[in-house]
């Protein structure tokens, strides 16, 4: 038999905090540049390989380190961002990257997020040894850098992107249970929560219906931003050999290739940086709104 969790009024307006901080954000230049800036490169990401029908890791030896069309006398059609040392349009293969970028760094935030707060609100809504055995190890994990980490686990291990995505995930959680952890033990002791426990609702389905929702608010942000930071850290990992392998191309083994062509060939580091610097400030403007955003309607409270 279901057990009809209640929600008072009160808490329903908490509920649909995380919608007003969004509506709030969104009426921001700033957001709203990002989010258009962000858009075009995700469908450019998605849309401009497939309907070019270039091979991002096709050779073509006799048309290498072609310059982009503002460095040469006419358009160049074929490859407007020039050619890699082995005739890889820089275009597409910057965009491709842009794909696995993307790809890891929103797959570790949903990670971190899955992970941490569902550690986070166990260990607020139990309390006692269940809390202090799940903030120790906490405690265990933000002692250990998530660059050296993921340096030791993907250096003696193949660096798949699954693996990857699970190191850099299982690296960063601890973050998320800790603000979970402050927002669920505040919220514990209101009444609609002892008055589901009263009505004989289940913990899974006090914490899952009525303090879940609560969480988001003060991570929605951290969230947003963090996708932007993991983005980096997969491209750092590329960079040293530990990211994904070529073929395959990344803006991390983009740039570690070009670095050796800087002198004549510089297009070949600079256009994956580009779009990679063009992401990750329209993922921090948004980011900074939903921040501005949060304080301005938890400040008006």
Not at 70 to 91: C, E, H, K, S, Y
Not at 206 to 225: E, G, N, Y
Request: with cysteine; aromatic share 8%; net charge positive.
């Amino acid at each position: 038999m279901s057990i009809a969790v209640p929600i008072p009024a009160d808490e329903r307006k908490g509920v649909s905090v995380s919608r007003r901080i969004w509506r709030a954000a969104f009426a921001s230049y700033e957001f709203r540049i990002g989010l258009v800036i962000f858009a075009v490169l995700v469908l450019a990401a998605l849309l401009y390989p497939w309907l070019s029908g270039i091979n991002p890791t096709k050779m073509n030896v006799a048309g290498r380190l072609q310059a982009p069309w503002f460095l040469g006398d006419v358009w160049n059609w074929a490859a407007p961002l020039g050619t890699d040392q082995i005739g890889r349009d820089m275009l597409v293969r910057s965009l491709v990257g842009l794909r696995y970028s993307l790809l890891i760094g929103c797959s570790t935030v949903v990670l971190m997020l899955i992970v941490g707060c569902s550690l986070g609100t166990i260990a607020g809504y139990y309390g006692g040894k269940i809390d202090l055995v799940l903030m120790r190890i906490t405690d265990a994990q933000l002692s250990i850098p998530m660059i050296i980490l993921a340096i030791t686990v993907l250096g003696v291990s193949r660096p798949t992107i699954p693996a990857i995505i699970l190191v850099l995930g299982l690296s960063s959680w601890p973050v998320y249970a800790r603000v979970t952890r402050s927002v669920v033990m505040t919220e514990r002791k209101q009444e609609y929560v002892r008055a589901a426990q009263v009505s004989g609702a289940s913990d899974f389905r006090i914490m899952a219906l009525l303090l879940a929702p609560l969480v988001l608010p003060p991570i929605i942000f951290i969230s947003v931003l963090d996708v932007a930071r993991m983005m980096i850290f997969e491209s750092v990992l590329g960079f040293i050999g530990l990211g994904v392998q070529p073929p395959t191309p990344t803006f991390g083994n983009i740039i570690a290739d070009g670095r050796k062509y800087l002198l004549n060939a510089w297009w070949i580091a600079t256009m994956p940086g580009v779009f990679l610097c063009l992401t990750l400030t329209s993922i921090n403007l948004m980011g900074a709104s939903l921040e501005r955003a949060r304080n301005r309607i938890h400040g008006g409270a």
